[in-house]
C-alpha cells in the first residue's frame, strides 16, 4: 500500500462543473503539497497546508490532520485546468516529499 | 526571477550508454532535490542536497547512477551505464532550506529515453 493515496486516479468533467480530487496519507506529516503538473513534465506548487483550509482564485484546499485526509476542490472547472493534480506529504521524519501517484483531470468545453 | 533550469530537456540513448542531467536552481536556494518520474507514476526522490552536502540518498541506485553539487549551486545527475528501466522524466527541484517543510521550485524535467 502507497504511504499517498489520491482518488480518482482519472476525472473527466464538463466545463463549469465543481471538481474534488482526494487525498490519503497513512504517515505522520509536517505538510501536505498540493501540485499540478502539465503536459511537458513542468510541476507547479499550488499549495502547501498543515492545518485547515487554503483558498487561491478557484482552487479550494482542506485538510484534516485526524483523519489523515486533503481534498482538492476546484469550482467553475475550465478546460485550462486540464492537468495532472498530486498530493504529496512532507513527513515529520525529514524534508522528503512522499508523492501519490497522481489524478488526471481532463476539463472538456 | 528566474525559475529552475535543466538541460537537456530530451535525451534518446541505447541500453549501456552513459548520460548527464544538469540543472541550476533558483539563485540562493540551499536545497537541490533530483527526482525519477516513470509515466504514470508520482516523482520519486534520488538525492536530496543541502549546499553541496548529500541529505538524503537513500533512494539512489548508486551502483549507476550519481549526483554532485560541487560548489554549492548547479547539479550534475550521471546514469552509467543506463537500463531500459531507466527510461522516465528526471526532474530537479529546488527549495530555500532555511525551514521545513518547504515550498519546492520545479524545473522542466528531462525526458529519457533508453532503447
Known amino acids: 500500500k502507497n504511504e499517498v493515496e489520491q482518488s480518482p486516479q482519472n476525472l473527466t468533467a464538463q466545463e463549469g462543473e465543481f471538481i474534488t480530487i482526494n487525498c490519503s496519507y497513512s504517515?505522520?506529516?509536517?505538510?501536505l503539497h498540493w501540485l499540478q503538473q502539465h503536459p511537458g513534465g513542468g510541476i507547479v506548487s499550488l499549495f502547501m497546508?498543515?492545518?485547515g483550509k487554503k483558498k487561491h482564485g478557484r482552487l479550494i484546499a482542506t485538510i484534516n490532520i485526524q483523519e489523515k485526509h486533503s481534498s482538492l476542490h476546484i469550482t467553475a472547472s475550465h478546460p485550462r485546468d486540464s492537468a495532472v493534480y498530486i498530493c504529496?506529504?512532507?513527513?515529520?521524519?525529514?524534508?522528503?516529499?512522499?508523492f501519490g501517484e497522481g489524478t488526471q483531470l481532463t476539463v472538456n468545453p | 526571477e528566474a525559475g529552475v533550469a535543466q538541460s537537456p530537456r530530451y535525451k534518446i540513448i541505447e541500453k549501456r550508454q552513459s548520460v548527464a542531467f544538469w540543472c541550476n536552481p533558483i539563485?540562493?536556494?540551499?536545497?537541490l532535490y533530483w527526482y525519477q518520474q516513470i509515466l504514470g507514476q508520482g516523482p520519486k526522490l534520488l538525492i536530496q542536497?543541502?549546499?553541496?552536502?548529500?541529505?538524503?540518498d537513500s533512494q539512489l541506485p548508486k551502483d549507476r547512477f550519481s549526483a554532485e553539487r560541487l560548489k554549492g549551486v548547479d547539479s550534475t545527475l550521471k546514469i552509467q551505464p543506463a537500463k531500459l528501466e531507466d527510461s522516465a522524466v528526471y526532474l530537479c527541484?529546488?527549495?530555500?532550506?532555511?525551514?521545513?517543510?518547504?515550498?519546492?521550485?520545479f524545473g522542466p524535467g528531462t525526458r529519457l529515453t533508453v532503447l
Open positions: 527541484a529546488s527549495s530555500l532550506g532555511h525551514h521545513s517543510p518547504d515550498t519546492q521550485y
Open positions: 542536497f543541502q549546499n553541496n552536502g548529500v541529505v538524503d
Open positions: 539563485s540562493g536556494h540551499a536545497t
Open positions: 504517515v505522520g506529516i509536517s505538510a
Open positions: 497546508l498543515s492545518s
Open positions: 504529496a506529504v512532507s513527513e515529520t521524519s525529514g524534508s522528503r516529499l512522499t
